[in-house]
């Protein structure tokens, strides 16, 4: 029988540990990306309203991963949304300190669950909060415009908020008709209108058509009596 040279055995074996090695570095990086995938899936179940098909994304999830900081944080937010409050406050809190510390995400959902327990002066600072961290957080930027406007019936503070917000994004109509409300309830009847018809042909939302005709009404009047300011 033929004997396989020293070199060519060496050889063999060099190339059998990296491929072994190649195996090993390959496998956990496909486990990686089905992993950020299945948490994918339940963000865009979340965002399409689907809270009960998230949370049972959330289980096959857990159950073949285990729980993590998203696993906690998505299953909370999908609890809030279905008016579980007190569940949801409790995975919120399982989520590490490291997580929470440099989300913003993390501290707004605090404040929904907050609103929601109707503890709205804690709400408003985890919003802030949330902005300490990203200024630019567009929902946290949101919900203390309509604080501002609705509860602290402050519309300079509101119109701030709203304005930051519409500068990040543009194309929702509830944040442009809360900004053209706050610039009527001070008077400004141009601006007022200006938001409010950008708002109306973005919307299909029933609740801002009506509440435009209503500041109609008010911009009508104003205009009989001697034009826009």
């Known amino acids: ?29 496909e486990d990686v990306l089905a992993k950020s995938n299945a948490m994918d899936d339940i963000a865009k179940l979340i965002t399409e309203e689907k809270y009960d098909k998230a949370i049972q994304k959330i289980d096959a999830y857990e159950g073949k991963y285990g729980t993590d900081d ?45 609103l929601n327990e109707n503890n709205t002066p804690y709400a408003v600072q985890m919003y802030q909060k949330a902005l300490e961290i ?16 609705y509860n602290d019936t402050d519309c300079f503070k509101a119109i701030y908020y709203l304005r930051s917000a519409v500068n990040i994004r543009d194309t929702d109509a509830v944040t442009l008709f809360l900004l053209g409300k706050a610039y009527l309830n001070i008077a400004e009847y141009n601006e007022a209108k200006y938001w409010i018809d950008r708002a109306c042909l973005l919307s299909d939302n029933g609740a801002v058509i009506e509440g435009a005709k209503e500041c109609y009404e008010v911009i009508n009047e104003h205009e009989t009596k001697g034009g826009l300011r």
């Open 134 to 149: 990203n200024p630019n957080h567009y929902e946290s930027l949101f919900r203390l415009g309509w604080y501002s406007l």
């Open 70 to 114: 998203l696993s906690f944080y998505n299953r909370a937010v999908a609890l809030d949304y279905l008016g579980k409050t007190s569940e949801a406050e409790g995975y919120l809190e399982k989520c590490s300190n490291n997580f929470r510390d440099n989300n913003a995400d993390w501290y707004f959902a605090k404040g929904e669950i907050s």
């Open 1 to 29: 029988m033929k004997k396989i040279k020293p070199f060519l055995f060496i050889l063999v074996i060099l190339i059998l540990s990296v491929a072994l090695l190649a195996v090993s570095f390959v496998m956990p990086k």
